[in-house]
């Protein structure tokens, strides 16, 4: 079974300073991962993907993140925060082999203080 | 392109009663997934459907009930609505049967709220 954790409920940073949102995953196959961004009263937008390819993935509004097998981790993260990244954030694993059904973590709140 | 709609966008039910809440996939699209997010929670899977069959059901029971039409839009019906129900629901498109590691467009949502 495939499950995700997200160390943090909320993170709090200085416009400028570096990002980072920690994401743990289990599966039992090799898995599909993404980090999803939700504004407030909006729905989730696509940050980016890791489907097998290259162990680190850039995403948009300058966010990667890096699949680490060994860790069973894939954090993301942002050399310098804006004060429009602040938002929510959401990581989801996809196991293969079936229907795409997605597990999501709970969400941390990213919080920029300028 | 049009992006994925919900409507409404907002609703106020009363516990016992039914509602429906409807879902325009992004063009091209052929499958549709619903979520439910409670406050403070991540997305829930509740079904998706794919060519107007429900193609995967997460942990929800039979009162959750969808359709998906000929043109790819979808509806999310809720029996018996209790107090629990109350959260954002989420519509979902994607292109070629929502496969493996295909990504998912989101809906804004549709805020529930039962009283």
């Known amino acids: 079974a495939q499950s995700v954790t997200q160390l943090g409920s909320h993170v709090s940073v200085s416009e400028g300073a570096l990002v980072l949102l920690r994401c743990n995953y289990s599966?039992?196959?090799?898995?599909?991962l993404f980090w999803y961004v939700q504004y407030p009263n909006q729905g989730l937008q696509l940050l980016l993907k890791?489907?097998?390819?290259?162990?680190l993935v850039k995403g948009i509004n300058g966010f990667e993140a890096e699949f680490k097998k060994s860790e069973t981790s894939f954090h993301l993260t942002k050399p310098s925060a804006h004060m429009s990244d602040a938002a929510e954030y959401f990581c989801?694993?996809?196991?293969?082999?079936?229907?795409?059904?997605?597990?999501f973590g709970r969400g941390t709140s990213l919080i920029v203080h300028p | 392109e049009t992006g994925v709609t919900q409507s409404p966008t907002h609703l106020i039910k009363t516990r016992g009663q039914q509602v429906t809440l409807r879902c325009s996939s992004q063009?091209?699209?052929?499958?549709v997934s619903w979520y439910q997010q409670a406050l403070g929670q991540g997305p829930q899977f509740i079904f998706q459907?794919?060519?107007?069959?429900?193609?995967g059901r997460g942990n929800f029971p039979p009162r959750f009930s969808g359709l998906q039409f000929p043109n790819y839009s979808s509806e999310l019906n809720v029996n018996a609505l209790e107090l629990d129900d109350s959260a954002l629901y989420l519509c979902?498109?994607?292109?070629?049967?929502?496969?493996?590691?295909?990504?998912?467009?989101f809906g804004p949502g549709t805020r529930l709220t039962v009283t």
């Open positions: 979902a498109s994607s292109p070629q049967g929502g496969g493996e590691g295909v990504e998912q467009y």
């Open positions: 989801a694993v996809s196991e293969g082999g079936g229907s795409y059904i997605p597990t």
């Open positions: 063009s091209g699209h052929n499958t």
């Open positions: 459907y794919y060519r107007e069959e429900e193609n």
């Open positions: 599966s039992s196959v090799p898995p599909y």
């Open positions: 890791y489907t097998s390819a290259a162990t």
